[in-house]
């Protein structure tokens, strides 16, 4: 069960400022980083799968309200990355912000390109263009982004654990 409570807290508190305040802020042709995704990751190596999974759901929930046409799509893709990277945790170092960043970036990557593909047969949007102009750049800008985030994390001992 969920173990360090003050670590979901800073985290959702983290991934809602980011994506409502500082999120617009740093954002330059119209790409900005996914807190949303660097918290759901967070959560998933420092409490596992089962927390991830749950915040990546209530995440997604709240996703899906703003897109009726679409509703589930955010919270199944947020549970899916959060359930991945959370059984992966226990076969990774974590003694690196680097590896956080990299699986921020790839949960980022898989989690867009996951919604793209199920949203652009459902309502019939293009994939091609959106993936290489806007999920690329936000996945890698989310990476390099959520190395400090990792580091602080790691400062704080949130990725101690024991299974």
């Known amino acids: 069960m969920i173990r360090n409570t003050k670590a979901i807290t800073f985290l959702l508190l983290l991934a809602v400022l980011g994506s409502t305040v500082i999120g617009p802020l740093i954002s330059f042709n119209n790409i900005s980083p996914d807190f ?12 596992g799968a089962f927390a991830a999974t749950i915040v990546g759901f209530l995440i997604g929930i ?6 009726p046409e679409l509703m589930g799509l955010h919270a199944l893709c947020c549970s899916l990355a959060g359930y991945s990277i959370g059984k992966l945790r226990g076969r990774l170092i974590l003694d690196s912000a680097l590896v956080a960043g990299g699986l921020v970036a790839i949960a980022v990557l ?13 309502v019939g949007n293009e994939f091609i263009r959106p993936f290489f102009t806007r999920t ?18 790691l400062l704080f001992g949130f990725f101690d654990y024991e299974d």
């Open 36 to 47: 949303l995704m660097m918290a759901i990751v967070i959560v998933a190596l420092a409490e």
């Open 62 to 67: 709240v996703l899906d309200i703003s897109q």
């Open 110 to 122: 898989s989690y867009e390109m996951l919604y793209l593909l199920i949203g652009s047969g459902v």
């Open 136 to 153: 690329i750049p936000a996945s890698i800008y989310s990476g390099l982004l959520s190395i400090p985030v990792a580091s602080l994390c």
